[in-house]
Each structure stands twice: as C-alpha cells, then as structure tokens.
C-alpha cells in the first residue's frame, strides 16, 4: 500500500470509495512481494501493480465488484501447463490477492497510518483476510504504544497485537494464522500484516570514494544511509549527496551511541571500509556483538589476516568473528567503487534472502526465495 497511498488517501479525503487489490501470500516466481497493490478510483482510474501485468485485468475487475457490493474476497492467481497463457502467471508463480472497497466508512484510521508512514513512524494495519463472513475484512491498526479497531472480539486482538507488533519490529509482512478466538495453534482465521516500518539502516564507516558509492547503492536499495568517519576534511554532505545523514565522530563511539540509543536494530547493515585498525578493530568490537543484519570490512587478504589477529586478541569469540564478511562483497571482479558498491550490495542481497550468490543459469530451485530474515 506505501507506492498508493498517496493517490488512496486523496480518494479517501475526498469522500470517495476506492477499489483495492493487495497481495497478501506469493510462492514461487511471483513477480511481486506482499503488500504490492492495485488502486480503482472513482474515475475509474488504475493506479498502481500486484504482478507487473500478469493478472492486473482480472483484479481490476474484481475491485470494481467489491466497490459495488462492499463484499471483500480472497483470490487466487497461478498458471497451469494445459494454459499457460490463461488469466495468471505466466512466470510460473501463483500469489493470493485480497480484493476489498476503502472508504471513510470501511477505514476510518486511514488517514492516521497516512500521517504515521509521512512521519516514518511505525504502524501495521492487521486485516482479516480469510475466515468467517463477519469477520472477513476486519481490520486491526497497531502502534507500538496503541492501537485502533477491532478483528471482533478482545481476546482475539490481545493475541494478534503481540505477534504482529513483532513483526513490526522487524519490518516483516506476511500472514497470521489463529484460531477463532486468538488461538496460535488454530486456522480458523487467515490475517494479512502489512507493516510499515521506517527503512532499515545503512551505516557506512569511512569516508573514502568506496563509501560515496556504497551510500548511492544502498540509498537505492531504499535503506536510510548515514556515513560516519572521525575526520571532519573528509565527512562533508557535500562528498555524500546521497546519504541521508554525515556524521563527524570516531566509528566505534558513533555505532555504541546509536545502539544505546535503540536506533540500531536486526535490520541494520554495517559497512566497514576504513581499512585501518586504529578505526575498524574498536568498531567492530561493538558491531560483531550486536544483532544486526549484516557486518562488511573492506581490506586486502592481508588486512583481513592481520585484522582477525586483532580481533582474537580483543577478546571478540569465533563465534562473534564468524558473523564478519570479510572481505567485504561476493566475488564479481569489481574494480571499481561503483562496481565494488554492487558487490557488496549483492552480497547484502544474498545474505537477506538465502541466495547463493551463483550464476541463476546455472542452479535449479526457486529463483525467488522466502528467507525469513
């Protein structure tokens, strides 16, 4: 719903009715992640894609159906070997998508989670998707410290809220199943959490050349980029357009900060290219014991050698020295700091989601994976 929300929210100021289509499960090739959607405004309008043009027709119609009836339904799209070419996915991937009508009336806090994800504050909209006509298309909206609405029943919402406020905090989307009454161990209910939690953080530790790439790759990527190095003649905004944030402190002092903080969470990744051990060995003390995403140090072979030499001596245990990628990136040949940028992004990548880092044409298996990570 983020890539709509600004054309939903028009609508919905306006008074207006609005069909909605929105992925809540994929498997296998499926073109788009859950929480992708399609908009059918008043005008008629369609805004947005749950599958890149595979099935957009089929489920425009289906959102003009539930503005007309205010009837949600749960539908599924795949592909068969007899036709492949029918309404689906001729990718060979199949995902469910929940076709509902939004309105003032059908989601009065709308406008609340609108101002939350503008804030980057964190919210997730819970919503029955599958289960019982009278609580098909509930809704649940949640914040770390409140909520708003009601799947039909407290107990049900005390149970939800806890596990998708976890999911929150990581940033994950997906579905809930319980039972009718909040059990975990039920089915009777199908619930689709669609989080919307601020970008997952990229910190880039020395501000080299190397960093000015890394910093454009990851702000694509959409992670929240700050660079930080002790040298002020180097750490400028002016060196950096593309990070977020430049910040002027010694590494080790600015990541232990940031965690005391809370503003360093499982999502983060950490980017360590200052290749000098008066900078990297203090900081990764810090960064190899906290749970994050990802550690990278750049270095030659032998900076790598002498660095785990180091590290052993600081006290860090192999346990912690085993969570390193060191050198940083999978091996593509870069030479470049825009091709190393890509090679560190890949491995960022691979890490996330399981991949290999190997050649697509030549392994067999899902090309898409669902890493829960």
Not at 39 to 64: F, I, K, M, N, Q
Not at 235 to 251: G, L, N, Q, S, Y
Request: charged share 25%; net charge negative; proline share 5%.
């Amino acid at each position: 719903m983020r890539d709509v929300l600004e054309d939903l929210i028009g609508w919905w100021q306006a008074g207006e009715t609005v069909g909605m289509g929105t992925v809540v499960a994929t498997w296998r090739s499926a073109p788009r992640p859950a929480g992708a959607s399609i908009l059918v405004g008043p005008d008629g309008t369609a805004v947005g894609s749950v599958s890149g043009g595979c099935v957009e027709g089929a489920v425009y119609e289906e959102a003009r159906d539930a503005v007309e009836t205010g009837v949600p339904t749960l539908e599924r799209y795949g592909v068969s070997d007899d036709d492949a070419f029918a309404v689906g996915l001729t990718c060979g991937g199949i995902l469910d998508v929940f076709v509902e009508s939004i309105s003032r009336e059908s989601f009065p806090e709308l406008g609340e989670v609108a101002e939350s994800v503008d804030r980057h504050e964190p919210v997730a909209v819970v919503t029955v998707v599958k289960g019982p006509d009278d609580r098909l298309g509930r809704r649940l909206v949640l914040w770390p410290d409140r909520s708003s609405g009601t799947l039909g029943l407290q107990r049900l919402d005390d149970a939800v809220a806890a596990d998708a406020r976890g999911m929150l905090v990581a940033g994950r989307t997906g579905l809930l199943h319980v039972g009718h009454d909040g059990e975990r161990r039920g089915d009777d209910l199908t619930l689709f959490v669609n989080s919307f939690a601020p970008p997952a953080r990229m910190v880039v530790f020395g501000a080299i050349d190397f960093a000015a790439a890394v910093a454009r790759v990851g702000a694509f990527l959409g992670y929240r980029v700050t660079v930080c190095d002790a040298r002020p003649v180097f750490a400028t905004p002016k060196r950096f357009p593309d990070a977020h944030e430049v910040i002027v402190e010694w590494p080790h002092r600015y990541l232990q900060a940031e965690v005391d903080a809370g503003r360093i969470d499982e999502r983060t990744v950490l980017c360590v290219l200052t290749h000098d051990p008066k900078f990297d060995v203090p900081l990764l003390e810090v960064a190899l014991r906290i749970p994050v995403a990802y550690v990278g140090a750049m270095g030659s072979r032998r900076t790598h050698d002498e660095r785990l030499e180091r590290l052993v001596e600081a006290g860090l245990s192999k346990a912690e020295i085993g969570r390193l990628s060191s050198p940083i990136g999978l091996d593509l040949g870069a030479r470049t700091p825009e091709e190393t940028a890509v090679s560190i992004a890949a491995e960022i990548i691979a890490g996330r989601w399981g991949g290999t880092g190997e050649r697509l044409a030549g392994i067999d298996g899902p090309i898409h994976r669902t890493a829960d990570r």
